[in-house]
C-alpha cells in the first residue's frame, strides 16, 4: 500500500495542467469494441484505470497501445470472452463492456463491477434497460450473464438520471435495430464526450448532454477518433486547493462552464479568481463566508467535489450545511477531519461545519477516491505532516498529483506505507 506524507502551509504558484477526464475515459475504451475498425483516443490520463480497462482489452484481443497520452487501438481480433472477476471487480466502469459486448455480439457475461465504496451502487437501471432492449439477464455467482439476439430499440425512462446507466444504455444501442430513446438521462459532460466518440465511429446519436436521447441503430461502424474532455473534478480540486493556498496559481485547461457551481459558491465565500479562456488564475482567500453546500446531478453541485470541498468548508467563519444528495456512505471523510481539528456534526448524508477551524497534520486514511482527495487538501493546509495511508485510491483518479503539486509549491512525498 502506498501512502501520502504532506507539509502543510505552503504557499502555491506557478501552472497546474489539466489532464483529461477518468469519468469520460472510462467509458470511451469499452465503447471502442463497438467497432473492428482502428480508435484514437487523445488526452488519455495515466491513471490506473486506464491500465485497468487495458488489461482488460487486452484479454479480450485488442490491440491496444499508450503512448504520449494517446491510445491507438485495433479490435479487429477481439473476440467475446467471459470477463473474470480478476479484471472486471478493480472498477465500476468495467460494467461498460456490457453495453459494447451485447451491442456487437448480443450476449455477454461479466463478473460483478468494482468501484468506491461510497454506496450500494446497484445497477438495476443498466439491467433493466437491457431486458427492455430484448436481452435476458441472469446472475450467477457474482457474475451477470447478459443473452439476446440481438438488440432491439426501445424506449427507457431512469427514475434517476443515472451516468452509468445513461452511457450504457447509450453503447449498446448504437447497434440496436430501430431508434432508441432515453427519457430522463444523465447530462453530465462526459456523456457528450462518449456520444461524439460513437458519432466518429458512425453512431447517428442526437440530445446528448441532454435529458432525452435518440440512438438510432447501424449495422457498421468504422474508425473512431476523440479527445478526452478536461476531468472537472481534477480541475476543481485544485482550484479548491488554490483557494486555500494559491498565489496566483494557474489551472490551465479547464472547460470552465463544467464546474460553473463550484465556481459560484466560491464566489459567495468570498474568493476572488480570474478566467481567461481556459486557464483559472486564484489566489488564497483569507477570510470565506459559510455557504451551504448540497451535491446533486449536473449541472448542480457534483458529489465528487463534495468531499474536498468540504475540507475548504471549515476553515469558512461561521457555520454551513453540507448534504450529499446522491450515495449514503460518502461522509467517512469527516471523521478524519475532525481528527485534524475540524468542527464537523455529520448525522447521516448531512453535516454541519463550523468554522474556521486550525487543522493540524494527523496519520489519516483515504477510504475511497474522493475522501482522499478531501485528506490532501486537508493535509495542504493543517499545521504540521500529514500521513494519508491508502492512496491507492487517490491514484485512481488524479494522474500525477504529487508531481503536481510539487511543481507549484507542495512538498509531497508518496512513500510504501
Ligand atoms: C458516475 O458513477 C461516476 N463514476 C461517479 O464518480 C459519479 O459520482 C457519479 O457518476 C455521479 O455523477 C464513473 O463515471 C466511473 P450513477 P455512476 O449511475 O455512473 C443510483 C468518482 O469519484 N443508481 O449516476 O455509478 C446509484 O446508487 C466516481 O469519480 C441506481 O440506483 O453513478 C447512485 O445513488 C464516484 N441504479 C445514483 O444512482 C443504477 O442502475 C448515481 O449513480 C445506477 C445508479
Known amino acids: 500500500m502506498k501512502k501520502l506524507v504532506i507539509e502543510g502551509g505552503r504557499e502555491l504558484s506557478g501552472t497546474i495542467n489539466i489532464s ?6 472510462v467509458a470511451l475504451i469499452p465503447a471502442s469494441i463497438l467497432t473492428k475498425g482502428k480508435c484514437v483516443i487523445h488526452n488519455v490520463p495515466a491513471i490506473s484505470d486506464v491500465d485497468a480497462l487495458m488489461d482488460i482489452m487486452k484479454f479480450l484481443g485488442s490491440d491496444i497501445k499508450y503512448e504520449n497520452e494517446t491510445l491507438y487501438i485495433d479490435n479487429k481480433n477481439v473476440e467475446n470472452k467471459n470477463i473474470p472477476d480478476k479484471y472486471a471487480s478493480k472498477l465500476r466502469a468495467s460494467y461498460y463492456f456490457m453495453g459494447s459486448l451485447l451491442g456487437v455480439y448480443g450476449k455477454v457475461n461479466i463478473a460483478s463491477p468494482g468501484g468506491c465504496v461510497i454506496g450500494s451502487r446497484p445497477i438495476d437501471f443498466h439491467l433493466k434497460s437491457f431486458e427492455k432492449m430484448g436481452a435476458k439477464v441472469k446472475e450467477v455467482d457474482n457474475s451477470f450473464n447478459i443473452t439476446s439476439n440481438g438488440l432491439k430499440a426501445t424506449e427507457v425512462f431512469f427514475d434517476f438520471p443515472s451516468v452509468g446507466a445513461t452511457i450504457n444504455v447509450m453503447i449498446a444501442a448504437v447497434r440496436a435495430k430501430g431508434v432508441t ?24 446519436i442526437k440530445g446528448a448532454g441532454s435529458g432525452t436521447i435518440e440512438i438510432e441503430g447501424v449495422n457498421t461502424l468504422g474508425d473512431g477518433e476523440i479527445t478526452v474532455i478536461p476531468d472537472r473534478i481534477e480541475a476543481g480540486t485544485y482550484v479548491i486547493i488554490g483557494a486555500l493556498l494559491g498565489k496566483k496559481l494557474k489551472i490551465k485547461g479547464v472547460i470552465s462552464e463544467h464546474i460553473d457551481s463550484l465556481l459560484y459558491k466560491l464566489k459567495e ?4 479568481f480570474k478566467i481567461n479562456g481556459d486557464t483559472i488564475v486564484i489566489s488564497k482567500c483569507k477570510s470565506f463566508k459559510p455557504v451551504n453546500i448540497k451535491t446533486t446531478v449536473y449541472p448542480g453541485f457534483p458529489t465528487d467535489l463534495g468531499q474536498p470541498m468540504s475540507t475548504l468548508l471549515t476553515q469558512c467563519s461561521g457555520e454551513c450545511v453540507f448534504e450529499e444528495t446522491i450515495y449514503e456512505n460518502r461522509l467517512r471523510h469527516i471523521p478524519y477531519l475532525n481528527a485534524m481539528g475540524a468542527n464537523i456534526n455529520a448525522l447521516d448524508k448531512k453535516a454541519v461545519v463550523f468554522g474556521p477551524s486550525q487543522l493540524r497534520g494527523r496519520k489519516v486514511k483515504a477510504t475511497d477516491l474522493r475522501a482522499g482527495a478531501s485528506m490532501l487538501v486537508a493535509g495542504m493546509i493543517a499545521k504540521g505532516n500529514t500521513t494519508v495511508t491508502n492512496v491507492e485510491h487517490l491514484l485512481r483518479g ?13 512538498n509531497i512525498k508518496l512513500l510504501d506505507e
Do not use: T
Open 20 to 25: 483529461g477526464a477518468k469519468n469520460s475515459v
Open 181 to 204: 430513446r432515453i427519457l430522463n438521462a444523465a447530462r453530465e459532460p462526459e456523456i457528450e464526450n462518449i456520444a461524439n466518440f460513437l458519432i466518429s465511429m458512425g453512431a447517428h
Open 398 to 410: 488524479y494522474e500525477r498529483i504529487v508531481d503536481k503539486l510539487n511543481d507549484v509549491g507542495g
Open 269 to 272: 465565500m468570498g474568493v476572488s
